[in-house]
Nanobody, 123 residues
Framework: QVPLVEFGGGLVQAGGSLRLSCAAS????????MAWFRQAPGKEREFVAA????????NYADSVKGRFTISRDNAKNTLYLQMDKLKPEDTASYYC????????????????WGQGTQVTVSS
């Protein structure tokens, strides 16, 4: 088990920034690939970004590339998502997830999930 708790969601104007955090419990955080997903009302959960256990590799969805940055601090058991130049279409619940393998984009590949944090971008 890898309990995950997200923080940092909120309401922001278009063009603004937010930083999400995901705190993990336990001693094995540094061995997991971590990712962020998001889900808007009436839509399927979609991949946002993923980062390798070491932090040396990362993947992004085309829709956020150049605006969002995923990072991690294994000493603090924390995953981050820096979101800049936010758009109304970024409005969704954001979830962090963990898996014990390489970087993959499909939600079904991730074993552990947080409860989500809401991000709302006003126009």
């Amino acid at each position: 088990q890898v309990p995950l708790v997200e923080f940092g969601g909120g309401l922001v104007q278009a063009g603004g920034s937010l930083r999400l955090s995901c705190a993990a419990s336990g001693r094995t955080f540094s061995s997991y690939t971590m990712a962020w997903f998001r889900q808007a009302p009436g839509k399927e959960r979609e991949f946002v970004a993923a980062i390798s256990w070491s932090g040396s590799d990362a993947n992004y969805a085309d829709s956020v590339k150049g605006r969002f940055t995923i990072s991690r601090d294994n000493a603090k058991n924390t995953l981050y998502l820096q979101m800049d130049k936010l758009k109304p279409e970024d409005t969704a619940s954001y979830y962090c997830a963990a898996r014990g393998g390489g970087l993959l984009k499909g939600a079904h590949n991730y074993n552990y999930w947080g409860q989500g944090t809401q991000v709302t971008v006003s126009s």
